[in-house]
C-alpha cells in the first residue's frame, strides 16, 4: 500500500538539544521520559490528511486535527499517533464510500501494522446498513480483521444486539460473531402450509 499526507501546517522536527539542561530538582524518572524515544515524537503536524492507495486506487483517507510520529530507529514501539482523535473513511475500487470510522484517539503500531481506536469508537457500514459503538477498537492490518474486548452495540435494520464481552470480524465489518450477545430483533410472523405459526428472525 502506498500513503501519502497533507498538513494544513509543515511537519515540524522537534527540537531536543536543550531538553536535557535541568536543575538538580529534577527527578531520574523525568530525564528517562525526556532520553525515551518512544515518548518524544520526532514530528508533529496539525490539520492533517492521510491518503491510502492500493495499486492506484484510493481505499482509506484519514482526517485528524493532530498527528504526532514517534517513527524513530531507537524506538522499541514506532507509532503515528492521533491524540485528538480521527475520522477514516474506507472506499472500494469504484470510489464510493463503504464504510467509516471515528474515534476521539487513535494510535498506528507500525511494526506490529496494528491499528487501536478508542473513546467513542463508532464504525459505520454503508453496504450492510449497520452501525457499532464501542469504547475500544483493534485493527490488526496483517490478518485482516477487527476485534473488541469492550462492551460493543451493533445496530441493524433487525434491531440492535449488545456484546458484553466483545466481538470479532473481518476488516470490513460484513461478517463479525459477539461474545456474550443479547438484544431485540425484529420478527416476521407467518404462517406454514401446516397452518401452524412460524417465527422468523431478520
Known amino acids: 500500500m502506498r500513503l501519502s499526507a497533507r498538513s494544513g501546517v509543515r511537519v515540524i522536527p522537534l527540537i531536543m538539544g536543550m531538553t536535557l539542561i535541568c536543575s538538580c530538582g529534577n527527578d531520574i524518572e523525568k530525564i528517562n521520559k525526556l532520553d525515551n524515544p518512544d515518548t518524544i515524537p520526532a514530528a508533529h503536524a496539525t490539520d492533517v490528511e492521510i491518503i491510502v492507495s492500493d495499486s492506484a486506487f484510493v481505499r482509506i483517507k484519514?482526517?485528524?486535527p493532530e498527528l504526532k510520529d514517534f517513527q524513530v530507529a531507537d524506538s522499541?514501539?514506532?507509532?503515528?499517533?492521533?491524540p485528538q482523535g480521527l475520522v477514516a473513511t474506507f472506499y472500494n475500487k469504484s470510489l464510493q464510500v463503504e464504510s467509516t470510522l471515528v474515534a476521539g484517539y487513535a494510535i498506528y503500531h507500525t511494526k506490529r501494522k496494528l491499528f487501536e481506536a478508542s473513546k467513542d469508537v463508532v464504525?459505520?457500514?454503508?453496504?450492510?446498513?449497520q452501525e457499532l459503538h464501542t469504547d475500544q477498537l483493534w485493527w490488526d492490518e496483517i490478518n485482516e480483521k477487527i476485534w473488541s474486548e469492550q462492551a460493543v452495540t451493533i445496530i441493524t435494520p433487525s434491531g440492535t444486539t449488545y456484546g458484553d464481552s466483545g466481538f470479532e470480524s473481518d476488516q470490513n465489518f460484513t461478517k463479525y460473531s459477539i461474545r456474550r450477545s443479547h438484544g431485540q430483533m425484529k420478527v416476521k410472523e407467518n404462517f406454514g402450509t401446516d397452518g401452524q405459526q412460524q417465527a422468523t428472525i431478520k
Not at 76 to 82: A, I, N, V, Y
Not at 123 to 129: E, R, V
Open 76 to 82: 522499541l514501539d514506532p507509532k503515528t499517533e492521533f
Open 123 to 129: 464504525i459505520k457500514n454503508f453496504t450492510q446498513d
Open 62 to 64: 484519514i482526517v485528524s
